[in-house]
C-alpha cells in the first residue's frame, strides 16, 4: 500500500516535471521563430500551427499514458 502511494506521488512529480519542460521547448523555439519571421505572415502561421499540434500531440500521449486508471 504504501509502495504503491510512492510510485502515485513519483509519477505525478514527474508528469509536472515533463509538463513544465516540454512547455518551455515548445514555447522558446516559437517565440523565437515568430520574432525572427516579423514580416512573413504564412511562416508566422505555420510556426504556430507547428506549435499546437506539438502541444496537442504530447496532451494525446500525456492522456494515454497517464490517465487516471494508470495513476
Do not use: D, W
Request: glycine residues 4%; charged residues 10%.
Amino acid at each position: 500500500m504504501l509502495k504503491e502511494t510512492h510510485m502515485k506521488l513519483l509519477k505525478l512529480f514527474f508528469l509536472i516535471f515533463l509538463t513544465i519542460l516540454l512547455s518551455l521547448v515548445i514555447q522558446i523555439p516559437t517565440y523565437l521563430g515568430m520574432n525572427y519571421f516579423e514580416n512573413n505572415t504564412v511562416c508566422k502561421i505555420l510556426i504556430g500551427l507547428a506549435a499546437f499540434l506539438l502541444i496537442f500531440g504530447v496532451l494525446s500521449l500525456k492522456r494515454q499514458h497517464f490517465s487516471v486508471q494508470h495513476l
